[in-house]
């Protein structure tokens, strides 16, 4: 595998469920990010991890959990969502220290709830 | 703070013709500007990226864009698309020399090309 993977990539839940997004980045990047994209709005930022800190939570309600156990996986955390928590979910990692911070991104998870 | 403004949300244009997607930003500070292009059931991937010299910057599939900060804009440019550019193009900036900062993007622009 290389660059950065996402599973999985489609998942629908109920408003009660609990399930678990996952990434993992093949890079050797230190900072991770979740990204929201909803349809017709611009990528919302979530998550930042930088060499396994959390360093930027954008006011993300609290039924998202992330977990950086290491600098090559990201997990989000779901439970008791709301159908307009509907969206593709976005990986992307970066190598912060070497000037300008192009991200790779993953696919993506398309996620419903409902 | 920064703010990226994508001034088309849909470009229909045809096989073979110029196609210009248009992007404005708003900073206080010099930033960093970047161009992805997110294909239907795909991430996004680097187009292409300014970070200083040179205003014209040249990225992949013959995509370009220049960099004009006393218009602060950083217009997308192909001299001939194909059909295979049919997607979505954001456009992004950040801040420059701060670690793990992320970017900052536009609603992006459908470009939709066809025969």
């Known amino acids: 595998e290389t660059g950065v993977t996402q599973t999985p990539r489609h998942l629908v839940m109920g408003m009660t469920n609990k399930k678990s997004l996952k990434c993992e980045q093949h890079l050797g990047h230190n900072a991770m990010y979740w990204y929201k994209q909803s349809a017709k709005k611009p990528l919302e930022l979530m998550f930042v991890y930088n060499f396994k800190e959390q360093t930027e939570n954008n006011s993300v309600p609290s039924r998202f959990s992330p977990e950086c156990p290491n600098s090559s996986h990201l997990f989000l955390h779901l439970h008791t969502l709301q159908p307009e928590d509907s969206a593709l979910y976005l990986c992307a990692s970066s190598q912060p220290g070497q000037g300008a911070e192009e991200q790779y991104f993953g696919p993506g998870t398309r996620l419903t709830v409902t | 703070a920064q703010s990226v403004t994508q001034l088309d949300s849909q470009v229909p244009v045809f096989e073979e013709a110029p196609v210009e997607l248009r992007c404005n930003y708003s900073s206080s500070v010099s930033v960093y500007l970047f161009w992805y292009v997110q294909y239907p059931n795909q991430g996004l991937q680097l187009l292409l990226k300014?970070?200083?010299?040179?205003?014209l910057v040249k990225g992949i599939n013959g995509f370009e864009a220049e960099f004009n900060k006393s218009q602060t804009s950083f217009h997308l440019r192909k001299p001939s698309v194909h059909i295979s550019d049919t997607a979505e193009y954001f456009c992004?900036?950040?801040?420059?020399?701060?670690?793990?900062?992320?970017?900052?993007f536009g609603k992006g622009t459908t470009l939709s090309v066809s025969s």
């Open positions: 992004a900036v950040s801040p420059p020399n701060q670690a793990g900062t992320a970017l900052i």
């Open positions: 300014y970070l200083s010299g040179s205003t």
